[in-house]
């Protein structure tokens, strides 16, 4: 597609179930990353994936938090028991990893909310 | 102290002034410096990017580097109402062979008609 496609847009779910987002990257970028932003506060890396390896897994919380990538393409962050303080909106980037200038370009995002 | 820092603001200015916007960072050896644009509900938007010291300009825009100082801002001219958004700062630190950016909290800037 033309740029970063994530899904779902929105979810609501209940303190204690999984939930899975997924991100689709712009054709031929290599990497992505996911970064978490909550409400009024800057964006918070997550995870970097070059291909389908995650050499930095660094900014993940918790052992509750867990990410994939697979065919050097789509990634799924899985986020398992969920907690109040996991709401936010969780946005995917990708770039070109051999791109001079670097810059990451950002899907809308996925809104999570845990009642 | 925060790797990015940038005041939160409310920044307020009138239409068709010039609206200056901070960051200071942490890591004296970063190499690469960006603006984002942030609409309220919508993902962030890279406006500038710069990696040398002095100025870079595009149209109305213009992202100002001093690696001595540990500094760079965005400069608006003329500033319109559509431009009122949250302008966040990223940074491309040394240690990071992986290319992510750490950001800044933001500057939420409001111009007024």
């Known amino acids: 597609g033309a740029g970063v496609s994530q899904s779902p847009s929105n979810k609501v779910t209940e303190k204690g179930k999984d939930v899975e987002l997924r991100c689709d990257p712009i054709?031929?970028?290599?990497?992505l990353y996911w970064y978490r932003q909550s409400l009024g506060q800057g964006l918070e890396f997550l995870i970097y994936?070059?291909?389908?390896?995650?050499?930095?897994k660094s900014g993940l919380p918790s052992d509750r938090f867990s990410a994939e990538r697979t065919g050097g393409s789509v990634s799924t962050l899985t986020i398992q028991r969920t907690q109040q303080e996991d709401s936010a909106v969780y946005l995917c980037?990708?770039?070109?990893?051999?791109?001079?200038?670097?810059?990451?370009?950002f899907g809308e995002g996925s809104r999570l909310t845990v009642l | 102290q925060k790797e990015v820092e940038q005041n939160s603001g409310p920044l307020s200015v009138p239409e068709g002034a010039i609206a200056s916007l901070n960051c200071t960072y942490s890591d004296r050896g970063s190499q690469s410096f960006f603006w984002y644009r942030q609409y309220s509900g919508k993902s962030p938007e890279l406006i500038m990017s710069i990696y040398s010291n002095g100025d870079k300009e595009d149209g109305r825009f213009t992202a100002q580097l001093n690696k001595a100082s540990q500094y760079v801002s965005l400069l608006i001219r003329d500033s319109q109402p559509s431009d009122s958004a949250t302008y966040l700062c990223?940074?491309?630190?040394?240690?990071?062979?992986?290319?992510?950016?750490?950001f800044g909290q933001g500057t939420t800037l409001q111009v007024k008609p």
């Open positions: 994936f070059q291909g389908n390896s995650a050499p930095d």
């Open positions: 980037a990708s770039s070109r990893r051999d791109s001079p200038t670097g810059e990451l370009f």
């Open positions: 054709s031929g970028h290599t990497a």
């Open positions: 990223a940074v491309r630190v040394r240690s990071s062979n992986t290319g992510k950016l750490i």
